[in-house]
């Protein structure tokens, strides 16, 4: 929120976490979405683990993966 600020430490604790969580559902979202419009299906266990997702690195890389990826296991699979 613009123009305000929070003056409880509570309140800005609890707003900033409610605020990295829709932004880590917000691109959860982004990479089911590239893939279903590539016409890539995420099973299901994919799908729940893309949504729990909170890590904004891994959803970023995983964003820019599903763009080029051939399937589901190349956008989650991690280096070793």
Same mark, same amino acid.
């Given at each position: ?32 979405? $590239? ?27 995983? $964003? ?7 399937? $589901?296991?190349? $956008? ?5």
């Amino acid at each position: 929120m613009k123009g305000y600020e929070y003056q409880s430490d509570f309140a800005k604790k609890y707003y900033g976490q409610g605020r990295d969580e829709g932004e880590a559902t917000a691109r959860a979202r982004d990479v089911l979405t $590239v893939l279903r419009v590539r016409g890539i299906t995420a099973p299901d266990t994919a799908r729940e683990r893309i949504l729990a997702e909170k890590d904004p690195a891994r959803l970023a890389r995983w $964003v820019e993966r599903s763009i080029l990826a051939a399937s $589901v296991a190349e $956008v989650m699979d991690e280096p070793s």
